[in-house]
């Protein structure tokens, strides 16, 4: 199975721009969470999709949302960019449904976002 | 809510034995998991405990206690390319959100 793709790899934007990233899932994951990675703050959860709703909602301002679209692809779109929002944001997918004490992601490669 | 403590930095050298710490406070609790991030790779899912005690996957082995809201990773017969960084991951339940510990940047030297 091919795994986790994330585009683009890098990008450079200015503060106050809008920025999409996209995230392919591995093949029959219907679970897509995104996550930000800082060297301070570690890996900080942003939110999980499932079947195209948000299922979860880590604690990041209302800037940062996101889709899933039916065939599982998810987007998340970063709006008025500040310099803070430079990290590298990854993506990962689950087989994960309803069951509890699951949570084997595979993760992406990432996108690394620097706001200049 | 969920915490979770590891310590920052452990350093050991090549052959030898190291254990990752991870202390945890959270509501309502499945399990423990664990993952490895080479830098400027992506996180891998290494191996999880939903009961208390040692699951072993060949040079890794994790370990829980419940009752102590505590549990490692023990990397034996350390090699160079098992320097990265790993972290823990409380297994997840309803209404929480996907939590990763701090992180451990582990250095094997030769």
């Known amino acids: 199975k091919a795994g986790v793709t994330q585009t683009p790899r890098y990008l450079i934007k200015t503060r106050g721009q809008q920025v999409t990233l996209s995230c392919s899932p591995i093949?029959?994951?219907?679970?897509v969470s995104w996550y930000q990675q800082t060297p301070g703050q570690g890996l900080q959860f942003l939110f999980e999709?499932?079947?195209?709703?948000?299922?979860n909602k880590g604690n990041f301002p209302g800037r940062f949302s996101g889709r899933q679209f039916s065939n599982s692809r998810s987007e998340m779109n970063v709006s008025t960019l500040e310099l803070g929002d430079s990290a590298l944001y990854l993506c990962?997918?689950?087989?994960?449904?309803?069951?509890?004490?699951?949570?084997?992601?595979?993760f992406g490669p990432g996108t690394r976002l620097t706001v200049l | 809510g969920q915490s979770l403590e590891q310590p920052s930095e452990v350093t050991a050298v090549e052959g030898a034995i190291v254990q990752i710490n991870c202390t945890y406070q959270?509501?309502?609790?499945?399990?423990l998991s664990w993952y490895q991030q080479h830098d400027g790779g992506a996180p891998t899912f290494l191996s999880y405990?939903?009961?208390?005690g040692l699951e072993e996957t060949g040079r890794f082995s994790s370990f829980l206690s419940r009752s102590d809201s505590y549990g490692y990773l023990l990397l034996q017969e350390l090699q160079m390319k098992d320097s990265a960084s790993y972290f823990c991951a409380p297994l997840w339940d309803y209404g929480q959100n996907f939590v990763f510990g701090p992180g451990t940047r582990l250095s094997v030297l030769p």
């Open positions: 405990n939903a009961l208390d």
């Open positions: 999709y499932f079947s195209e709703t948000q299922r």
């Open positions: 093949s029959g994951h219907r679970s």
């Open positions: 959270t509501s309502g609790f499945y399990g």
């Open positions: 990962a997918s689950s087989s994960r449904g309803f069951e509890r004490g699951y949570n084997e992601q595979f």
